[in-house]
């Protein structure tokens, strides 16, 4: 199992923010979830928002009564963009239920919250090229395809990070896996089957 996160919370009438904090590292900054975007979970089970330059998928496990975030977090450092992914879960009627209470009494509520998480490490994320990238983010189905992309398929806690560039095809890449300083796995992140974007996908060539 991983180390537990600390998650802090702020819920406002609007919206709640979000940092969280391990003891190998903090987020880079504060993610802002709007009220009607977390109440869209009372009528689905997932969603998928942004902030800045991260991104957060929010599953609700109604059976075991949590609320999953995936959480991409996300820096721009000029020339590069790079970050991370970490997964929090914590129960959902409580976070429910203090959205609903900063509402009533027009006031923050804070909330300070261990996770319960124990997903697969993440290898770190460093775009080392922005134009496929932008243009993926920038189309919202081709954005939640990508996440769950690099999501599902990066669960390499053993990688010291993980460089992506443009290939040539629009919105796909090429990586290069970095272990211990060395190149190890490399290959491409090729989404196909873009003559109808809502069935294209995203496939891995090594």
Not at 140 to 162: A, N, T, Y
Request: aromatic share 12%; with cysteine.
């Amino acid at each position: 199992m991983r180390e537990r996160t600390l998650v802090y919370m702020v819920f406002r009438g609007d919206y709640v923010s979000l940092r969280t904090i391990s003891r190998t590292r903090k987020s880079p900054h504060r993610f802002y979830i709007s009220r009607h975007k977390l109440e869209e979970l009372e009528h689905k089970s997932e969603i998928v928002t942004y902030d800045i330059h991260s991104f957060a998928i929010l599953h609700q496990n109604t059976y075991a009564g949590t609320i999953e975030i995936e959480f991409s977090w996300l820096e721009n450092n000029g020339d590069t963009v790079s970050g991370y992914q970490d997964t929090i879960i914590l129960p959902y009627d409580k976070m429910m239920e203090c959205l609903h209470e900063s509402t009533q009494k027009n006031e923050p509520v804070i909330w300070k919250a261990l996770s319960i998480d124990d997903s697969v490490g993440q290898a770190r994320f460093v775009f080392k090229s922005r134009k496929n990238l932008h243009a993926a983010l920038e189309n919202g189905v081709i954005r939640h395809k990508l996440i769950r992309f690099l999501r599902d398929q990066f669960r390499w806690g053993h990688s010291e990070k993980i460089e992506i560039y443009d290939d040539f095809m629009p919105y796909s890449f090429y990586f290069q896996e970095i272990k211990n300083g060395n190149a190890g796995i490399s290959g491409g992140i090729i989404l196909h089957g873009q003559e109808n974007m809502k069935k294209a996908y995203y496939s891995m060539h090594t």
